[in-house]
Antibody
């Protein structure tokens, strides 16, 4: 069974940092590209960052460029998102997704809530 | 404001067939495949349709997807009360180098 389990969310003050993790199982992690997608309270889905197979290419949405860093560890079947200089508008549930470039199917995790507030 | 446009709401009665449209551009829907997601209240999005018209295992065949040019649509036949949810379309955007999502359509079963 495919599973993506996010962790690391929580309450952080504006300007602070947080590191999200996504533990993958049930599929060959190294053959999937990965994304972080977020959803602010009561709002729609917004793409945050992408990392390709074997760590390349890497892309970011303009809203987070220069503040967030995506990375992956194939030995641990894990995806990460380092979030710095957090702002109130970064408050959202963050989902990790896995995409197969061969079958074109995509899997989603259950999300982790990040709240940026003083 | 999303670069991919969906109607904010749709509705139907049980047993009816409803469609939800998704309009994009040549850099996203026009050149890449479309996914559709169902999000029930308080839950994570669930992949409903991938590669324009493919259903993941476990998704009823009441749900179908299609794509033509820079537009796509999701059709739900035999509408059921449990279909009441938010529906999102998405496609990779070659200009933004990431997936773009429609703003979402809230489906109400009357």
């Amino acid at each position: 069974e495919v599973q993506l389990v996010e962790s690391g969310g929580g309450l952080v003050q504006p300007g602070g940092s947080l590191r999200l993790s996504c533990a993958a199982s049930g599929f060959t992690f190294s053959t999937y590209s990965m994304n972080w997608v977020r959803q602010a309270p009561g709002k729609g889905l917004e793409w945050v960052s992408h990392i390709g197979i074997s760590g390349s290419p890497i892309y970011y949405a303009d809203a987070v460029k220069g503040r967030f860093t995506i990375s992956g560890d194939n030995s641990k079947n894990s995806l990460y998102l380092q979030m710095n200089s957090l702002r109130a508008e970064d408050t959202a549930v963050y989902y990790c997704t896995a995409y197969s470039t061969s079958s074109l199917i995509e899997f989603w995790g259950q999300g982790t809530l990040v709240t940026v507030s003083s | 404001q999303s670069v991919v446009t969906q109607p904010p709401s749709a509705s139907g009665t049980p047993g009816q067939r409803v469609t939800i449209s998704c309009s994009g551009s040549s850099s996203n829907i026009g050149s890449n495949t479309v996914n559709w997601y169902q999000q029930l209240p308080g839950t994570a999005p669930k992949l409903l349709i991938y590669n324009n018209n493919q259903r993941p295992s476990g998704v009823p065949d009441r749900f179908s997807g299609s794509k033509s040019g820079t537009s796509a649509s999701l059709a739900i036949s035999g509408l059921q009360s449990e279909d009441e949810a938010d529906y999102y379309c998405a496609a990779w955007d070659d200009s933004l180098h990431g997936p773009v999502f429609g703003g979402g359509t809230k489906l109400t079963v009357l």
